[in-house]
């Protein structure tokens, strides 16, 4: 993150001194607010339509009612994935840091320390998930949001409201998840992954997604589950991008059919976790950060295709957004990479690999969220090592996927050759135009 965009985070507006840049703004007619509305309302937006929103505007309007009281006690809407909202009395108020929030939060749900560390606070909204840091003012980046995705974020983002969430850490990996026991912490990464599943965030095939939410169904229900709860379970809803190709009357057949056949078998709700954690910590992107970019279209002239950028310590995995199909996944032993920022075109992040015909490929993710990616990867190659023994594992059971390799041609803006960097696996050469900042 560049130096501007973190004292947007840092500063308050009493007792503070202000350090950041105003930015010069286009303030949109009402016209364009409302076709910039319309627009956003068209577009799929999962983790800001679940249950307990409308409290979270609530108590922002509440909150900003007060806003001559500098000292005094606030309220934070705190979320959990599953739509369980959780309201922390925080006594600093506006100057709660991230850190306090988290003890308080820590203290109410009564979770011990060893689990504590695996989950952060994030701030969240349609175009942007963005991890506090310790030192961070979570009320004031909830106010400074908009700020912040004229920075980090592309398109209609005028209507877009953050709401902050208690979910994984970025750096948080199953090689540390499988020493987990506590039931809170349990149920969290169960329902990460459920929420990951049902809303599309993960690209699982019908089947995968069938036998996931026959789990979750065992799970909520133990041997007691009938058809109507395929329909109420969280969990067990068909994954958006599966419903053009299958009928909703199809889909609680086969998820009553698979249910049926491991409805009686024994384990309790601990244990049937621990099996869909295990049945989701096959695919190479559990677990993984996404970041939003653009690839550029085969037809020239046509619309970008917009993509996931997924980041874990299995790699880096790029799925298209509106078919949910994978476009790339590969090992840090795989790939070079860098980011890539320009004055008059979009920031990129570049992956560089070879391809199955044993010549030099890259790819280009044109994001202003280029950056972040990029850090994200750097912290991941300095942990690497602490997890060989994990790693050798997960290489044996995870498969990578490169696209086949199509015709010759230069990318519109710039290629790889523009980028000065080694070609040795998942290695960054220092460039000139390359940022180095911690934007996670």
């Known amino acids: ?201 993960y690209p699982a095939t019908l089947a995968e997604a069938i036998h996931m939410a026959a789990l979750a169904l065992k799970v909520a229900k133990a041997d007691a589950g009938t058809k109507t709860d395929i329909s109420d379970v969280f969990g067990c809803a068909m994954p958006p991008h599966l419903e053009s190709g299958t009928w909703g009357w199809t889909w609680r057949r086969k998820v009553w059919k698979a249910y049926t056949a491991i409805a009686k078998e024994a384990g309790d709700k601990k244990a049937w976790r621990q099996k869909y954690l295990g049945a989701g910590r096959k695919w190479n992107y559990y677990g993984a950060t996404f970041f939003y970019g653009g690839l550029e279209h085969e037809t020239p002239g046509s619309p970008d295709h917009i993509v996931r950028v997924g980041i874990n310590l299995d790699g880096v995995h790029v799925i298209e957004d509106h078919t949910n199909t994978v476009r790339l996944s590969l090992g840090y032993d795989e790939f070079s990479y860098n980011s890539y920022e320009s004055a008059d075109e979009d920031d990129s992040f570049l992956i560089e690999y070879e391809g199955t015909d044993q010549k030099k490929h890259h790819m280009i993710v044109w994001s202003p969220q280029a950056n972040m990616m990029d850090n994200l990867v750097t912290r991941y190659i300095e942990v690497i090592g602490n997890f060989k023994e994990h790693l050798k594992e997960r290489k044996a059971a995870r498969k990578s996927f490169k696209p086949v390799p199509a015709g010759k041609g230069k990318s519109k803006k710039h290629t790889g050759e523009d980028f000065a960097r080694d070609s040795s696996p998942a290695r960054k050469e220092s460039s000139s135009s390359a940022r180095s900042s911690t934007a996670i």
């Open 1 to 201: 993150m560049s130096n501007e965009e973190e004292a947007v985070h840092l500063t308050d507006d009493e007792g503070v001194t202000e350090t950041a840049i105003e930015p010069v703004v286009h303030r949109p007619s009402a016209a364009e607010e409302g076709a910039a509305a319309a627009k956003l309302r068209n577009r799929r937006s999962t983790l800001v339509n679940i249950p307990g929103m409308q409290e979270s505007f609530k108590l922002k309007k509440q909150g900003s009612s007060s806003q001559g009281k500098s000292q005094s006690a606030k309220k934070a809407l705190i979320m959990t994935l599953d739509g369980t909202e959780i309201i922390i009395d925080c006594p600093n108020g506006r100057y709660t840091n991230a850190t306090e929030l988290l003890t308080l939060l820590y203290q109410q749900k009564s979770m011990p320390e060893e689990d504590g560390h695996l989950f952060g606070l994030w701030v969240v909204s349609a175009s942007l998930q963005l991890q506090l840091k310790p030192h961070h003012l979570p009320f004031k980046i909830l106010k400074k949001w908009h700020d912040i995705l004229e920075s980090l974020a592309t398109g209609d983002t005028y209507s877009e409201e953050p709401t902050m969430y208690w979910k994984k850490d970025a750096l948080t990996h199953q090689a540390v998840e499988k020493k987990v026991s506590g039931p809170l912490a349990m149920r969290l990464l169960y329902d990460e992954l459920a929420f990951n599943v049902q809303y599309s965030f």
